[in-house]
């Protein structure tokens, strides 16, 4: 599988955000309690700014303005969006960049942003209408992602972990021979994941954008093929609230 085109593909979720907000700003966003459709819009123009800011100054620390009212809130988006995409342009390939976590890969933000937005895209689907699917190499990037960055970062909660197995097994088509399988093992002193076709104690089949959802909590697993112990998957869904 190919390596996600992270600044087209976060483009195209910027502006399908922007589009599905138009005339729906007051709307309550379901997967994000307390949001409306407008407080979604201004997040994703200040995290832009902030993953931008990292890039140009190396620090977190810059001051990020606030978002503007719903009249001049669209251009202040893809204004922010300009502003990340060509702080990415302007990095060196083979160097590292600066983030919360330490130095990292020069496509760290740009993957990072291009995951969050996508997200974020489908939130605002889901208060305005039905969602679309996010792209399938992001989405399984997006999988890759959360347990390289998100997890050792942010952690499981209250998770019981007693060596317990999940294994996700995303079923688009051509997506090479263990690129869209995980075998996730919930070990006592770390969470340790492998691409691998292999049984676990509870096994989730369904497409790389809904596995990712599904580990975002931004769905639940009705739509998706759950076998096994189905109580270890809620669990987790319970504890691991990224």
Not at 16 to 26: E, I, K, M, S, T
Not at 142 to 149: H, N, P
Not at 181 to 188: M, R, T
Not at 221 to 232: C, E, K, P, Q, Y
Request: hydrophobic letters at 40%; charged letters at 25%; one cysteine or more.
């Amino acid at each position: 599988m190919t390596r996600p085109d992270y600044p087209a593909l976060l483009r195209a979720d910027t502006d399908r955000l922007l589009h599905v907000a138009d005339g729906h700003f007051d709307r309550p966003v379901p997967t994000c309690p307390g949001w409306t459709v407008e407080r979604l819009v201004g997040h994703v123009g200040r995290v832009h700014r902030r993953a931008a800011a990292w890039l140009t100054t190396g620090g977190g620390a810059a001051e990020i303005e606030r978002p503007p009212g719903s009249g001049s809130l669209v251009d202040w988006v893809r204004r922010g969006l300009d502003e990340l995409l060509a702080a990415q342009a302007a990095v060196d390939p083979a160097q590292t960049v600066e983030t919360w976590d330490g130095p990292r890969h020069s496509a760290f933000w740009v993957r990072r942003m291009a995951v969050e937005t996508a997200l974020h895209r489908v939130d605002g689907e889901l208060a305005a209408g039905a969602p679309t699917p996010i792209d399938t190499a992001l989405a399984v990037d997006g999988v890759d992602e959360l347990f390289e960055v998100s997890i050792p970062h942010r952690g499981t909660g209250r998770l019981h972990r007693g060596g317990e197995t999940i294994h996700l097994h995303a079923t688009d088509p051509d997506l090479g021979e263990g690129a869209g399988e995980w075998l996730i093992v919930l070990g006592a002193d770390a969470v340790t994941v492998e691409h691998a076709h292999a049984k676990g104690d509870v096994a989730v089949r369904g497409s790389a954008s809904d596995l990712l959802l599904l580990l975002w909590n931004r769905v639940d697993s009705a739509g998706l093929g759950v076998f096994g112990d189905r109580t270890i998957l809620e669990r987790w869904r319970s504890a691991v609230t990224v």
